[in-house]
């Protein structure tokens, strides 16, 4: 079985690969083949793939690239689809590239998919969608009020993937996940920016007050979850993957600051971004009553580890720090 994978030179599109390659998939047919579409923007390298392996080809180009697109999905079996523009930050500052990439490219994949009669699409979005959540925990039937143009673009493309679904009849599964951390995050989210900024001495930037609250995900959960649904899940369907720990951003600024021996001297409080949702929350009963979905990463020893891997990777992070965020 050939499976296409988009955005698999980032960091949540990589685990999957490694889980693809190892020994942890969830049962099904073999996989004999992966294609990496990746369009290497900052947040990608392949230092995350292990090119030497036969069974991994990669491909550099865009998800927009109609032609292209066309031509790896007629060779698939399936498609599981990561790439994406992800940052809610650089959505605020300039939204056009995030519609771009994730309704438009989203959109071409649908098409070719539907064209060459994919077997599977699943489509990889996340809790964001449903905007912020005051008390419990949202339901995969309720409905989306995204804050950000990040989140509106997510959004927007579970709802075209979905509609494949119904007008072409195009197998498409939807996973929606909290928020992940683990080893070979791009340094601007928060618990990669906040340790290798404390592992250099460096303040960290606590938005607000702090008190944002979100659910924290092991990347090798979700990538667990995602073949779950891939594998055993319904057509049609949308699935919450959430890691079922919830921190306000103070209480895991304080978890990172004793994992890196740093003072809480380095925490710099700054203005808010706007539209910052203050909490997020998802039901995952659906997931682990259908596919048998449980998280297997505790919270804290998962941080330390993560801290663990950022100490001994500067290598890794250290040349994509240097050259930022978009560049």
């Known amino acids: 079985m050939n499976i296409l994978v988009t955005g698999a030179a980032g960091f949540i599109g990589s685990a999957y690969v490694r889980l693809l390659l190892g020994d942890g998939l969830a049962e099904g047919p073999a996989v004999t083949r992966i294609t990496v579409l990746d369009k290497l923007t900052y947040a990608g390298t392949l230092d995350n793939l292990d090119l030497a392996d036969p069974r991994l080809r990669f491909v550099h180009g865009d998800i927009c690239d109609a032609g292209l697109v066309d031509a790896l999905t007629a060779d698939a079996d399936q498609v599981v689809h990561f790439a994406a523009e992800s940052h809610v930050d650089r959505s605020i500052d300039s939204a056009a590239g995030f519609v771009r990439t994730n309704v438009l490219g989203t959109q071409t994949l649908l098409d070719a998919a539907v064209r060459h009669e994919v077997e599977r699409f699943v489509h990889v979005s996340t809790d964001e969608v449903y905007g912020s959540v005051e008390t419990g925990a949202r339901a995969e039937t309720d409905p989306l009020a995204p804050s950000s143009p990040y989140a509106a673009s997510k959004a927007s493309s579970d709802l075209v993937a979905l509609a494949c679904h119904?007008?072409?009849g195009l197998d498409v599964r939807v996973t929606r996940c909290t928020n992940n951390y683990g080893p070979r995050q791009f340094p601007e989210k928060i618990i990669p920016l906040f340790v290798t900024n404390l592992l250099d001495g460096r303040e960290v930037p606590?938005?607000?007050?702090?008190?944002?609250?979100?659910?924290?995900l092991h990347v090798d959960d979700h990538c667990l979850g995602i073949d779950l649904v891939r594998a055993q899940g319904r057509p049609g369907e949308i699935y919450n993957l959430g890691g079922g720990t919830e921190l306000t951003n103070r209480q895991l600024t304080d978890l990172l600051l004793a994992a890196c021996g740093a003072s809480a001297g380095l925490v710099r409080y700054v203005a808010d971004r706007k539209g910052h949702d203050l909490r997020y929350s998802v039901?995952?009963?659906?997931?682990?009553?259908?596919?048998?979905?449980?998280?297997?990463?505790?919270l804290e020893r998962g941080l330390a580890e993560t801290v663990e891997w950022y100490r001994g990777n500067r290598a890794w992070w250290e040349p994509l720090k240097r050259r930022g965020p978009g560049r």
């Open 206 to 216: 606590l938005y607000g007050d702090g008190r944002n609250r979100r659910d924290w």
């Open 166 to 168: 119904r007008t072409h």
């Open 283 to 298: 039901r995952t009963d659906k997931a682990r009553i259908e596919l048998g979905y449980r998280p297997r990463h505790d």
